[in-house]
């Protein structure tokens, strides 16, 4: 039997022609999300974000049957040596610490990476695995893939932005409909109701999710992550905020050397050459 990948092998990543490419990498886990793979994605999501040469980030998993299961409830944090005898298990405050901390941070990590994100999903999505799903800028499923929102079979709460991502993409009946009954989600019907970009066949899956890649790469980067930004904030600000943000936005892209290129390349009728800044 195989042992399992190190801590440093939990998330695996390749970089080439401004495309970061991470592959979570727990596959006898279900690609289930440990604590330190958690934060290896925060970490290279944020480092994704800072790095100019950068364009899009591409998150999948390995194996064909899960794309993450959810939350590794397996791993838990040690109890400290100093705790006293009569301290609860979970203090007051100590399970919205946890998510916040968590869940809710990874998903922000998502939502606000610079850059373009691409779900690539290769299997079952549930729980938090569907919600890092979701949160992607565009879903690519395989066929076999399928969503669950495995929380109220387990009597859980959902967490995790579940509830605020889905509002937002399907409305709030539909999101009701999934999150109270938790039945499984096949990828077509996930692609009817706007949960996925696009289904695909498993084996061409990553040849998809390259050929989109390789296409956002050669785009403008600033404006492909400020118009990231004006959409994930429409549904949360009033009319007039929306248009001021618009407004500044287009104002900083005009500083970037893209933006500068789009326009001579329009006056010029040639097609534009985008360096990513």
């Known amino acids: 039997m195989a042992d399992q990948p190190s801590e440093s092998e939990l998330l695996r990543t390749q970089s080439a022609d401004g495309v970061v490419r991470l592959t979570l990498n727990r596959p006898r886990a279900g690609n289930a999300l440990s604590p330190t793979l958690r934060q290896a994605l925060i970490d290279c999501l944020a480092e994704a974000g800072r790095d100019p040469l950068v364009r899009v980030v591409v998150l999948t998993a390995t194996g064909d049957r899960h794309f993450?299961?959810?939350?590794?409830?397996?791993?838990?944090?040690?109890?400290?040596?100093?705790?006293?005898?009569?301290q609860p298990q979970q203090p007051a405050g100590s399970v919205a610490r946890a998510i916040a901390d968590g869940a809710q941070r990874l998903i922000s990590a998502v939502l606000d990476c610079d850059k373009p994100v691409i779900a690539a999903v290769n299997g079952t999505a549930a729980g938090i695995g569907c919600h890092l799903a979701y949160a992607c800028d565009l879903v690519l499923a395989a066929e076999s893939a399928k969503f669950i929102e495995v929380f109220a079979r387990r009597?859980?709460?959902v967490d995790g932005a579940g509830a605020y991502l889905l509002t937002r993409r399907i409305g709030t009946h539909r999101a009701k409909e999934l999150i109270f009954f938790g039945d499984d989600l096949p990828a077509a019907d996930a692609e009817r109701i706007g949960l996925v970009n696009r289904v695909v066949p498993g084996e061409k899956l990553a040849e998809t999710a390259a050929e989109w890649a390789a296409r956002l790469a050669a785009g403008p980067t600033v404006a492909l992550g400020l118009g990231k930004r004006l959409v994930n904030r429409a549904l949360d600000v009033d009319r007039a905020t929306a248009l001021a943000e618009e407004a500044m936005a287009a104002e900083i892209n005009m500083t970037s050397a893209d933006g500068q290129e789009g326009l001579r390349a329009f006056l010029e009728r040639r097609p534009p050459r985008f360096r990513g800044w």
């Not at 299961?69 to 397996?74: I, M, S, V």
């Not at 791993?75 to 400290?80: E, G, L, Q, R």
């Open 155 to 157: 009597g859980l709460v």
């Open 68 to 86: 993450c299961t959810g939350a590794d409830l397996g791993s838990s944090a040690p109890v400290a040596d100093d705790q006293p005898e009569d």
